[in-house]
């Protein structure tokens, strides 16, 4: 069977470092966000998601990106409250 995409799984990657990117961007001070950037990176990784994940990407994201930070905190962060992921 023949993959599909690049890798078998493109969407998945790209969704994870749309979110992973994004992530990243808002720790930067505010002077420097690129927020035009930042407001078409979430455009398409809204677009790219499952409706009403886009939340739940940015949270495992910042869960990759902090690991010292507890979890549950960072998912509560994004009103994910009961720890999905």
Known sequence: MPRKGIT???????????????IALEQLPPKHQPRAQMDDIRKLLAAGCQPGTVNLHL???????????????????????????
């Open 8 to 22: 078998g799984h493109d969407e998945w990657v790209t969704t994870e470092a749309l979110a992973t990117a994004l």
């Open 59 to 85: 949270a495992q994201a910042k869960c990759r990106l902090f690991p010292d930070i507890d979890p549950l905190t960072i998912y509560q962060e994004y009103g994910l409250g009961d720890g999905q992921g």
